[in-house]
């Protein structure tokens, strides 16, 4: 037995965290895609669409991981779960730089750049998570 393994959480509490993570997604969807829409966001450009569906995308993929492990989370299925959600991620982070959907009016300080380099660390931090992820499920699958 490895006394290292951390202690998983008790089932009722991994269900409460499972429903919370649903409804925050469910609450996003609706607030860029309803109301008020990404269209409220200032500092969104006319290119956002082309970012949209992905953001959508992994939005959906978290919410119905979600919903599935409330039903049921063996480590197996987490680890899967959490593989696709996070490739998912990755790859919107990187539409993200592709399309580079923002304008800032404040010059006084370089708003592009602090962006550009939150999205570019978030992708290397990501691209490392999927790769978390899918050792994981591997281990799990031997």
Do not use: C, E, K
């Not at 109301?35 to 992905?54: K, M, S, Y």
């Not at 989370?73 to 959907?101: E, H, N, Y």
């Amino acid at each position: 037995m490895n006394t290292l393994a951390p202690a998983r959480r008790p089932l009722a509490a991994r269900r409460t965290g499972y429903t919370v993570a649903a409804v925050v997604d469910s609450a996003l969807l609706y607030a860029v895609n309803v109301h008020p829409g990404w269209q409220a966001v200032p500092f969104l450009t006319q290119d956002a669409p082309r970012v949209l569906w992905i953001f959508n995308l992994s939005l959906i993929a978290g919410l119905l991981a979600n919903m599935i492990y409330i039903a049921y989370d063996p480590p197996w299925v987490r680890s899967a779960g959490d593989l696709v959600t996070t490739a998912i991620g990755l790859g919107m982070l990187v539409q993200t730089l592709r399309v580079f959907p923002f304008a800032f009016d404040d010059p006084s300080v370089d708003w592009a750049l602090v962006v550009r380099t939150v999205v570019i660390v978030a992708a290397v931090v990501t691209a490392i998570a999927v790769a978390v992820h899918l050792t994981a499920l591997v281990r799990r699958a031997v």
